[in-house]
């Protein structure tokens, strides 16, 4: 059973991974041979060069720590055995500080060898899968398939190069688009992500006064302010030093997002299959409900005490402004157990967002850095105000509860992205708001004091605040329940539940309020001939919560809907979606740079076709062309209804003859 601080760890090394991934053949140099010792007996040589200050882990590290190296061998003990064990080169070990336990690893250069003894005669390739880390500050990790002929010559790696097939296939999504001049106007697309980066940094704001009111974070504001205020030797001077520790609270968080940026320009579809991959959303619903638990009161989710120890030393011993970096590096630390939880809900929600997921998690960090630094300076300015704050109690442990729920909410959300792109049908639209439902009561209940965590001791007297806000959950939960019976209406939740065609009563239509669409564009493009109408080509996915705002909170407008089910030949391609290729169509692309990457995925397919067509990656992105492949407006991303009738009046009336 991992430990949950391996969970967290391997959670934001699969982030990283998101980033770093097409990376990896630049960071490592494999090489592979067979040597062959009798008829029966062979000798599996795996060897790589490793790039400077980078490592990967042994197969025999300390499980407790990093994970080691894994290999999985096709056709063992019905096709081979393996004699002995792994057999490694020279390794390094080193104390962990994070694990806590000693770890082993490569540098430089890595060797492995494995000896095993064919047991049918008949046996001519052996496939050998690794699962290994890559790692400097952080870890990658890498999957990687070796394939050897048993008759002793070493094979390559599996690894598909462009033929003349995949060029064709390639060629195939390139429309000869006559009027491309329209794709630069983007207007649209920039007040949309201007707007999206204000609302981040906002959320992080907000989540920054939220942790301000924890009880790991609010009894350190009078602390801190009257050390800077009472050992200076002016009040000038405990000023600027209390301005320098906020400064550098928000620089310290704003860091953290740091590594995202590193390889972010190497494929734009990289950010795409990191908010849709559905094993990290997956991973992301597990760490949330951990993060929940430790709300309610059962454990804390707590760094390494030693680093603590050792920035709370350091401040001590640097003095002046780099000792205020070191005292705001151990707030930070010692904080973690109650800001760790909040800035996971931050990474999720920019990972979910439209635009650069670096950029939007670096706005959304400094947000919560500056509300978090925020009452440092204005108490050092102005000390009288400490005696308006209010004393620390129960109160906090409240705030805790009611962030624990959420983190429940936000965690479903997580489980239901998984569901709608991997096609599971667990989360239908009702299950899902029942969900929220029997959460919105609980909270409620609790909140009203029906009951109370066994952690946080015995019930507290019932606080007229307190029951306001339970008596609010309660109407939440009502509302959500009618919503489900569609009594009422949940546009104002739109994006954030499965969308209104996922649900127990499905019909056979799967396309946005009952109408009539394509999910491939050819199909939609001879539709297109033959109806005589343009096509409106929506960019969208089944983890995309704007997608779902325009379709549940735009095109149910009865003039658009018209429009819609009218006037042109919809055609929704959901750059997300994780099924297979048919055999045949797959291929590999090749990026201007030389790159290369398989396209085995519907999803993958449609993505390249967004790039390469409209110069465009993000969702929702709505492109209106004739069948002679004419533009008849620019594109449109996020709009009103108003803005978005406008565009689809235009564009339809330049076809009509």
Same mark, same amino acid.
């Given at each position: 059973?991992?430990?949950?601080?391996?969970?967290?760890?391997?959670?934001?090394?699969?982030?990283?991974?998101?980033?770093?991934?097409?990376?990896?053949?630049?960071?490592?140099?494999?090489?592979?041979?067979?040597?062959?010792?009798?008829?029966?007996?062979?000798?599996?040589?795996?060897?790589?060069? @490793?790039? +400077?200050?980078?490592?990967?882990?042994?197969?025999?590290?300390?499980?407790?720590?990093?994970?080691?190296?894994?290999?999985?061998?096709?056709?063992?003990?019905?096709?081979?055995?393996?004699?002995?064990?792994?057999?490694?080169?020279?390794?390094?070990?080193?104390?962990?500080?994070?694990? *806590?336990?000693?770890?082993?690893?490569?540098?430089?250069?890595?060797?492995?060898?494995?000896?095993?003894?064919?047991?049918?005669?008949?046996?001519?390739?052996?496939?050998?899968?690794?699962?290994?880390?890559?790692?400097?500050?952080?870890?990658?990790?890498?999957?990687?398939?070796?394939?050897?002929?048993?008759?002793?010559?070493?094979?390559?790696?599996?690894?598909?190069?462009?033929?003349?097939?995949?060029?064709?296939?390639?060629?195939?999504? @390139?429309?000869?688009?006559?009027?491309?001049?329209?794709?630069?106007?983007?207007?649209?697309?920039?007040?949309?992500?201007?707007?999206?980066?204000?609302?981040?940094?906002?959320?992080?704001?907000?989540?920054?006064?939220?942790?301000?009111?924890? +009880?790991?974070? &609010?009894?350190?504001?009078?602390?801190?302010?009257?050390?800077?205020?009472?050992?200076?030797? /002016?009040?000038?001077?405990?000023?600027?030093?209390?301005?320098?520790?906020?400064? %550098?609270?928000?620089?310290?968080?704003?860091?953290?997002?740091?590594?995202?940026?590193?390889?972010?320009?190497?494929?734009?579809?990289?950010?795409?299959?990191?908010?849709?991959?559905?094993?990290? /959303?997956?991973?992301?619903?597990? @760490?949330?409900?951990?993060?929940?638990?430790?709300?309610?009161?059962?454990?804390?989710?707590?760094?390494?005490?030693?680093?603590?120890?050792?920035?709370?030393?350091?401040?001590?011993?640097?003095?002046?402004?780099? =000792?205020?970096?070191?005292?705001?590096?151990?707030?930070?630390?010692? #904080?973690?157990?109650?800001?760790?939880?909040?800035?996971?809900?931050?990474?999720?929600?920019?990972?979910?967002?439209?635009? #650069?997921?670096?950029?939007?998690?670096?706005?959304?960090?400094?947000?919560?850095?500056?509300?978090?630094? $925020?009452?440092?300076?204005?108490?050092?300015? %102005?000390?009288?105000?400490?005696?308006?704050?209010?004393?620390?109690?129960?109160?906090?442990?409240?705030? !805790?509860?009611?962030?624990? &729920?959420?983190?429940?909410?936000?965690?479903?959300?997580?489980?239901?992205?998984?569901?709608?792109?991997?096609?599971?049908?667990?989360?239908?639209?009702?299950?899902?708001?029942?969900?929220?439902?029997?959460?919105?009561?609980? $909270? =409620?209940?609790?909140?009203?004091?029906?009951?109370?965590? !066994?952690?946080? =001791?015995?019930?507290?007297?019932?606080?007229?605040?307190?029951?306001?806000?339970?008596?609010?959950? &309660?109407?939440?939960?009502?509302?959500?329940?009618?919503?489900?019976?569609?009594?009422?209406?949940?546009?104002?939740?739109?994006?954030?539940?499965?969308?209104?065609?996922?649900?127990?009563?499905?019909?056979?239509?799967?396309?946005?309020?009952?109408?009539?669409?394509?999910?491939?564009?050819?199909?939609?493009?001879?539709?297109?001939?033959?109806?005589? !109408?343009?096509?409106?080509?929506?960019?969208?996915?089944?983890?995309?919560?704007?997608?779902?705002?325009?379709? *549940?909170?735009?095109?149910?407008? +009865?003039?658009?809907?018209?429009?819609?089910?009218?006037?042109?030949?919809?055609?929704?391609?959901?750059?997300?979606?994780?099924?297979?290729?048919?055999?045949?169509?797959?291929?590999? %692309?090749?990026?201007?740079?030389?790159?290369?990457?398989?396209?085995?995925?519907?999803?993958?397919?449609?993505?390249?076709?967004?790039?390469?067509?409209?110069?465009?990656?993000?969702?929702?992105?709505?492109?209106?062309?004739?069948?002679?492949?004419?533009?008849?407006?620019?594109?449109?991303?996020?709009?009103?209804?108003?803005?978005?009738?406008?565009?689809?009046?235009?564009?339809?009336?330049?076809?009509?003859?």
């Amino acid at each position: 059973m991992r430990s949950v601080k391996q969970l967290v760890f391997f959670a934001f090394s699969l982030i990283t991974a998101t980033f770093y991934g097409q990376k990896v053949d630049e960071l490592v140099q494999w090489s592979q041979a067979i040597n062959r010792v009798n008829d029966s007996v062979y000798e599996l040589v795996f060897t790589a060069k @490793i790039a +400077p200050d980078w490592h990967i882990y042994s197969a025999y590290t300390d499980p407790n720590g990093s994970l080691p190296a894994e290999f999985t061998y096709s056709g063992l003990n019905t096709e081979f055995i393996l004699l002995g064990d792994l057999e490694e080169g020279p390794t390094v070990q080193k104390y962990s500080d994070v694990f *806590e336990v000693t770890e082993t690893y490569f540098i430089n250069e890595l060797i492995w060898k494995q000896k095993i003894k064919k047991i049918n005669a008949d046996l001519n390739v052996v496939k050998v899968d690794l699962f290994y880390q890559l790692c400097q500050e952080v870890c990658i990790p890498v999957d990687k398939q070796f394939v050897f002929n048993a008759d002793g010559n070493s094979a390559a790696e599996t690894q598909r190069s462009v033929s003349d097939r995949d060029r064709t296939l390639t060629e195939s999504l @390139i429309l000869p688009i006559k009027n491309k001049d329209l794709l630069s106007s983007t207007d649209n697309q920039t007040a949309g992500t201007e707007q999206g980066l204000w609302t981040i940094f906002s959320l992080g704001f907000l989540g920054g006064l939220i942790a301000l009111l924890t +009880p790991c974070v &609010f009894p350190m504001i009078p602390l801190t302010v009257s050390f800077f205020t009472k050992q200076s030797s /002016n009040r000038s001077k405990g000023i600027v030093h209390a301005l320098w520790y906020g400064f %550098f609270i928000v620089m310290i968080y704003g860091l953290l997002s740091v590594p995202f940026h590193v390889f972010a320009s190497v494929d734009a579809q990289i950010l795409n299959q990191m908010a849709t991959n559905v094993w990290l /959303n997956t991973l992301f619903f597990v @760490i949330f409900v951990f993060f929940a638990i430790s709300f309610f009161g059962y454990y804390e989710l707590t760094l390494p005490s030693s680093w603590a120890h050792k920035m709370d030393d350091a401040s001590n011993k640097k003095g002046g402004i780099l =000792g205020i970096f070191f005292m705001a590096l151990t707030l930070a630390i010692v #904080s973690f157990s109650c800001t760790g939880p909040i800035l996971g809900g931050l990474l999720g929600s920019t990972a979910l967002a439209e635009g #650069s997921v670096a950029w939007n998690l670096t706005v959304g960090m400094l947000g919560f850095g500056v509300a978090l630094a $925020l009452p440092f300076g204005l108490f050092a300015l %102005f000390p009288g105000m400490l005696q308006s704050l209010p004393k620390s109690g129960s109160w906090m442990t409240d705030v !805790k509860v009611v962030l624990g &729920f959420l983190e429940l909410g936000l965690a479903l959300k997580f489980l239901s992205n998984a569901d709608l792109v991997g096609h599971w049908g667990l989360l239908k639209r009702e299950v899902f708001l029942g969900i929220w439902a029997v959460l919105a009561f609980l $909270l =409620g209940a609790y909140l009203i004091g029906l009951y109370r965590f !066994k952690s946080y =001791g015995p019930k507290d007297p019932r606080k007229p605040v307190k029951v306001v806000l339970g008596l609010l959950s &309660f109407i939440f939960g009502v509302y959500l329940v009618a919503g489900i019976n569609k009594a009422v209406s949940l546009n104002a939740l739109s994006g954030f539940p499965p969308p209104d065609f996922y649900t127990l009563a499905q019909t056979d239509s799967d396309c946005p309020l009952g109408l009539d669409c394509y999910k491939d564009f050819e199909q939609g493009y001879q539709a297109a001939l033959e109806q005589k !109408k343009p096509m409106l080509i929506d960019f969208t996915g089944w983890a995309c919560v704007n997608c779902r705002k325009m379709e *549940e909170g735009v095109w149910t407008d +009865p003039e658009v809907f018209k429009y819609l089910n009218e006037s042109v030949v919809l055609i929704s391609l959901y750059v997300d979606d994780r099924k297979d290729l048919a055999e045949e169509d797959r291929f590999v %692309f090749q990026f201007p740079n030389g790159r290369i990457k398989e396209i085995n995925k519907v999803g993958q397919k449609w993505g390249t076709f967004q790039n390469i067509n409209f110069n465009a990656v993000s969702q929702p992105f709505y492109v209106l062309m004739d069948t002679e492949y004419n533009l008849l407006q620019p594109p449109i991303q996020l709009a009103d209804k108003k803005t978005y009738l406008e565009w689809l009046k235009k564009g339809t009336e330049l076809k009509k003859p």
